[in-house]
């Protein structure tokens, strides 16, 4: 547990004093505004750049709220994940690549503690960034088009959290086993974006998959999913988070002698 | 007491031997210099020691196991945080106390002469400064064994001086285990020499017992003048060579034994202001072991 | 809708961004080391929105 403390400060200090903590909220926050505001003025923008005849005129339905949440997720799948990635890349593999970890390692270093103080950090880190993304995006989308049930929202935002732990976890697991950060940020997102490819293109097939966790939260905002498939989904999904951490303690520990010296 | 057992260390990668049936004892209270090349297989032997590594075959036994602090030869401190919050982390990872941790680290600050920057970031620490809360984070926990990788080679001579003044100030209460490729610093603080070429080891022994084992059986006679030197030198067949107002004379097999030269200087006393024995360097050692084939 | 309203709902988008901006543009003339020429770094902070910034944190800035 001391040790637990310890790294955990360590994690939290470098989080703080290299502004991950404050910078990645602020992306995400800044895609939220940004997804509702260009719906808003849509019309405006299309009748500007688009060169149609004179008297020629657009009509486009405005968007549904939940869509322009659903849109920001959308996003967040691409921007926020790549930022994440890029952010956390180097959680473990980078402390070996660069020496730092040496002066961790030649004490009687507990790697589960290791492992779970930059998992809670970067997870923590993500979550902050997810809500604050998200709820900005709400209020936007209340103020320039309608109100989206606010339950509603909690089940996304929720859903669509697991989805985030995830992809962290994900991440930090390869910067465990891969030897530098570049490879660690490689492997996470080719695994992430190949794999969803799959789930995109065969995935009518079945309905349990933590892959389909995004979609399921989109779907929280209509009608809901299906409580079976989501719950199992949902359960697979934090026993593979699980199943990451502790492959990433085990790899923690086994890569230890891969630290330069 | 010995501290320290290695028995037949090994360490492979792949078909590359790195590290080669090494096998030496570290006694209590005594410092050893791991002399070499680079590339010599010091660095791999110090991460084994220091638990980093895991030797392909052979066991390195000690007897206290929390009690080791390593110093690696380019130290690498996480910029963010401050000389005292990386040395209070270190300490609290090597299992003291809070409260206990703080005060040894301003203390062990103090002693390494970083007092004046508890409070500034790594990060814009010079060399010097780095390598100093490097041997910081060594000996913070005061560990029984400490184990440095070429501690002072990358230091200017000044910063050389004054690392190498803090060592032997530990000396006596730590066993020190330290590789180095200069062999001047070797020469100040060691009790015990290993000479590790290739992976192997290559010679081991106390200071005195190799210097002995490799000094040259020369005698060198001062003469007053440069003309008593050549003159002595022409008398006799000896083989002898004139250096300046000295003479070094090989005794043994290849010259007279040293009563013949004694008997023969008594005759003219008044030319000669002195005579000593040869003593070897730890260079010159180096220089004949590292050359050997 | 009015001119008021448009600046009003802009404003928080060009804030974020001119302060992210700005930030780290600072950091990068404070920055000692930073992972290639500063000159390159303050061109896509300044020229490259919201992904110049982030590229510069997570690439550029070596975490000193």
Do not use: C
Not at chain 1, 51 to 62: C, M, R, S, T, W
Not at chain 1, 161 to 170: N, R
Not at chain 2, 148 to 154: C, F, I, K, M
């Amino acid at each position: 547990m001391t040790q637990f403390n310890v790294l955990l400060k360590k994690e939290w200090r470098e989080n703080f004093r290299n502004y991950k903590v404050f910078w990645i909220p602020i992306v995400f926050i800044l895609f939220g505004i940004i997804e509702p505001v260009t719906n808003y003025f849509m019309p405006q923008i299309l009748d500007s750049v688009g060169n149609l005849p004179d008297g020629a005129v657009i009509e486009i339905p405005p968007p549904e709220p939940e869509e322009i949440l659903v849109a920001v997720m959308g996003q967040y799948q691409l921007i926020g994940i790549l930022v994440l990635v890029l952010a956390y890349m180097g959680s473990v593999a980078g402390e070996r690549k660069n020496g730092t970890a040496t002066l961790l390692y030649v004490r009687p270093l507990s790697y589960r503690s290791y492992f779970l103080s930059k998992w809670i950090l970067a997870s923590a880190v993500g979550m902050l960034s997810v809500w604050s993304g998200l709820l900005a995006a709400y209020y936007y989308t209340f103020l320039l088009f309608e109100r989206v049930d606010f339950t509603k929202f909690l089940k996304f935002g929720a859903t669509y959290s697991l989805w985030i732990l995830l992809i962290v976890s994900l991440v930090l697991l390869m910067s465990a086993v891969l030897p530098n950060a570049g490879l660690a940020a490689a492997g996470s997102l080719l695994l992430i974006f190949v794999f969803q490819l799959i789930d995109g293109l065969l995935g009518t097939y079945w309905t349990v998959s933590p892959l389909k966790i995004p979609g399921y939260a989109a779907q929280w905002l209509l009608d809901g999913p299906k409580p079976e498939d989501f719950w199992w989904t949902a359960g697979i999904g934090i026993l593979l988070i699980f199943a990451m951490i502790l492959a990433g303690i085990r790899s923690s520990k086994a890569n230890a002698s891969k630290t330069k010296v | 007491m010995n501290i320290l057992e290695v028995d037949k260390l090994t360490k492979r990668y792949g078909s590359e031997v790195a590290v080669s049936n090494l096998s030496f004892s570290l006694e209590e209270g005594t410092s050893t210099a791991l002399i070499g090349p680079n590339g010599a297989g010091k660095t791999t032997t110090l991460s084994i020691l220091a638990g980093l590594l895991k030797q392909t075959s052979g066991t390195a036994d000690w007897k206290n196991h929390s009690g080791i602090g390593f110093l690696p030869q380019h130290p690498q401190l996480f910029p963010w945080l401050t000389a005292l919050e990386f040395l209070e982390m270190a300490a609290r990872l090597s299992g003291i106390a809070a409260r206990e941790a703080r005060s040894r680290s301003i203390e062990t600050l103090q002693f390494v002469g970083l007092g004046s920057a508890l409070n500034k970031k790594t990060g814009t620490f010079s060399g010097g400064m780095k390598q100093r809360l490097g041997l910081a984070q060594a000996i913070v926990h005061r560990p029984k064994l400490l184990l440095l990788d070429e501690p002072v080679s990358a230091l200017d001579p000044t910063g050389r001086r004054e690392i190498m003044n803090l060592l032997k100030s530990l000396q006596h209460d730590t066993t020190i285990l330290y590789s180095t490729h200069i062999l001047n610093d070797a020469e100040e603080m060691t009790d015990q020499v290993l000479f590790l070429r290739r992976g192997q080891l290559v010679e081991q022994g106390s200071l005195e017992e190799v210097k002995a084992r490799y000094a040259e059986p020369n005698i060198r006679i001062r003469f007053q003048d440069v003309r008593s030197a050549a003159h002595f030198v022409e008398q006799h067949n000896w083989n002898a060579r004139v250096e300046g107002t000295s003479v070094l004379l090989p005794l043994g097999e290849a010259g007279p034994r040293m009563e013949e030269v004694l008997s023969v200087l008594s005759k003219d006393a008044t030319a000669v202001s002195g005579i000593e024995r040869q003593q070897a360097t730890l260079e010159e050692i180096f220089l004949k072991v590292a050359g050997a084939e | 809708m009015d001119q008021t309203t448009l600046v009003l709902l802009l404003l928080p988008i060009i804030a974020i961004q001119l302060g992210l901006m700005i930030f780290t543009l600072v950091d990068l003339v404070k920055n000692p080391n930073p992972n290639g020429p500063k000159w390159l770094w303050a061109i896509l902070i300044v020229f490259v929105n919201i992904l110049g910034p982030i590229l510069y944190l997570v690439i550029g800035r070596r975490n000193y």
